[in-house]
């Protein structure tokens, strides 16, 4: 079982940057799929990025593609969300989650499981 605790988030104003930072335990971390997702008040949880198990492979949501970017560091067991140009809409609970169904990159919550607690990103206009 991993476990896992986001950490980051914040009040920032349009078009400044946060970095979000995913600490994981437990399970080999360094074998794992890893997925950012957001989920707005009274929205379901969207995707935003995910990583593959070596840092190698990365996929975005076309909202965010350009202006983020997912990262990981295997020695310190934590993947990273790197968030520049940030815009009000981008305002949400953010979650950290391991991909534990199926194989290669996917943007399905289904696909994920041990959700950390969330970190808030709030962006002002």
């Known amino acids: 079982q991993v476990q896992l605790v986001e950490s980051g988030g914040g009040l920032v104003q349009a078009g400044g940057s946060l970095r979000l930072s995913c600490a994981a335990s437990?399970?080999?971390?360094?074998?794992?799929?890893m997925g950012w997702f957001r989920q707005a008040p009274g929205n379901e949880r969207d995707f935003v990025a995910a990583?593959?198990?070596?840092?190698?492979?990365?996929y975005y949501a076309d909202s965010v593609k350009g202006r983020f970017t997912i990262s990981r560091d295997n020695t310190q067991n934590t993947v990273y969300l790197q968030m520049n140009s940030l815009k009000p809409e981008d305002t949400a609970v953010y979650y950290c989650?391991?991909?534990?169904?199926?194989?290669?990159?996917?943007?399905?919550?289904?696909?994920?499981?041990?959700w950390g607690q969330g970190t808030q990103v709030t962006v002002s206009s």
């Open positions: 989650a391991v991909r534990t169904r199926g194989l290669g990159l996917s943007k399905n919550p289904q696909d994920f499981g041990s």
């Open positions: 437990g399970r080999t971390f360094s074998m794992l799929d």
């Open positions: 990583i593959s198990w070596g840092g190698g492979s990365t």
